[in-house]
């Protein structure tokens, strides 16, 4: 199966600085990287996705950048703000139609 | 509107006792999940189905069962509640063709 590890767990940002989260995957015939977002006490939302043939992906402040040789997917966030406070999952995409999920990494931004 | 529903939100319940937690979903998806996840902890898969009348286990072993006579609804049934089984439980949906999925608001669980 997949194995998925996020870093970093927590990451302390002050408000305007920009927040990156790395994520590595084990099965390389992985096709599809999506990155979720899940505030305090609500559901997970996917905010930003990234097929394999491509590099990077760009959604306003967000982005999302792919290394398929080595196994690992980035999601940047710049400008950060207090409602970027959330835990964000990563959950690469192989054959079994599902998807598995990294660990987490808790995001503070500190106004 | 077009969403994925769970009930009860919140349960409390004593050990051995039989509980089945609801999903249902009216965006006409094809697949469906089940995850447990501790509060803002990783998520683990605990039953999937490709469609009415399949029904797969996941990834976390689990005393649980599940069944899929309707498109729209997934319950997840466990048949003697443990103290260990206390987390939140995530349903969640997606259609063909697209790899984006829809979770529902949760359930959670506690077993004394």
């Known amino acids: 199966g997949e194995n998925v590890e996020q870093h970093p767990s927590t990451l302390s940002v002050q408000e305007g600085d920009s927040a990156v989260i790395k994520c590595t995957y084990s099965?390389?015939?992985?096709?599809?990287f999506p990155w979720y977002k899940q505030e305090l006490g609500k559901r997970p939302q996917l905010i930003i996705d990234i097929r394999s043939n491509v590099g990077e992906k760009k959604d306003q402040r967000i982005a999302v950048t792919l290394n398929k040789t080595a196994k690992h997917f980035s999601l940047h966030i710049t400008e950060t703000q207090p409602e970027d406070s959330a835990v964000y999952f990563c959950a690469p995409y192989a054959a079994g139609n599902k998807l598995t999920f990294g660990g987490g990494t808790r995001v503070l931004v500190k106004p | 509107e077009a969403d994925i529903y769970q009930t009860p939100r919140y349960l409390v319940i004593g050990t051995g006792k039989k509980i089945t937690l609801e999903c249902s979903q009216t965006m006409g998806h094809d697949k469906m999940y089940w995850y447990q996840q501790d509060p803002g902890m990783e998520l683990h898969l605990i039953h999937y189905?490709?469609?009415?009348?399949?029904?797969e286990k996941g990834d976390l072993s689990s005393e649980s069962t599940v069944s899929r006579i309707r498109t729209e609804h997934f319950p997840l049934t466990l048949e003697s509640a443990r103290p260990s089984h206390t987390s939140q439980y995530l349903c969640?949906?997606?259609?063909?063709?697209?790899?984006?999925?829809?979770f529902g608001p949760g359930t959670r669980l506690t077993v004394t």
């Open positions: 099965d390389s015939a992985s096709n599809y």
């Open positions: 969640a949906s997606r259609p063909s063709g697209s790899y984006e999925q829809y």
């Open positions: 189905s490709y469609g009415v009348n399949s029904t």
